[in-house]
């Protein structure tokens, strides 16, 4: 029987780690992005850029697989969010916990999110993330990312953009 899988996002201290909703904003608090974000939107600055708070990703095997989950790879759709916005994305061994200090500078070691693309992903872990009976995170690295804003983005919420995850499963 195949695996089955969730995306979920970790926030707080814990970190805890929920569901990411279909829909979801990168903004600048460090909750389940359920809502708008409208109390906690991205300014777009006067000069230079602003960006969201980071969030952290890891994908979830709800259901164990009939072997083995490995090659997990990570990649967006290619498309940019807007004018001025480009969401920055990387791959990291260990959990930081999002905030204010995130506001004025973009994760290191971070790329363009539109440059992984499902013909040239982002390698979270190259070999076995978690094997049967077993579910959950398994081994893997977290997937952050985070929007920056320039000075010629726009106001208001952008179109959607899709993210995705892929494994290797035997």
Do not use: C, I
Not at 12 to 19: D, L
Not at 137 to 159: D, K, R, S, W
């Amino acid at each position: 029987m195949a695996a089955t899988y969730r995306v979920d996002v970790f926030h707080t201290a814990g970190p805890t780690s929920g569901a990411w909703p279909a829909g979801g904003l990168l903004h600048r608090a460090d909750t389940d992005p359920t809502t708008a974000g409208a109390a906690t939107p991205v300014p777009v600055p006067a000069a230079g850029s602003n960006y969201s708070w980071r969030k952290s990703f890891k994908l979830n095997v709800t259901v164990t697989p009939s072997g083995a989950v490995t090659n997990l790879r990570w990649f967006s759709d290619g498309v940019s969010v807007g004018t001025g916005l480009v969401v920055l994305a990387k791959n990291t061994a260990s959990y930081t916990l999002a905030s204010s200090a995130d506001e004025t500078v973009a994760l290191g070691s971070s790329v363009d999110a539109t440059t992984l693309t499902s013909a040239s992903p982002m390698t979270v872990n190259a070999g076995t993330v978690l094997s049967n009976p077993s579910t959950g995170f398994g081994t893997q690295n977290y997937v952050e990312m985070q929007l920056q804003v320039g000075t010629t983005a726009g106001p208001g919420v952008t179109a959607l953009r899709t993210y995705s995850y892929r494994v290797d499963e035997t």
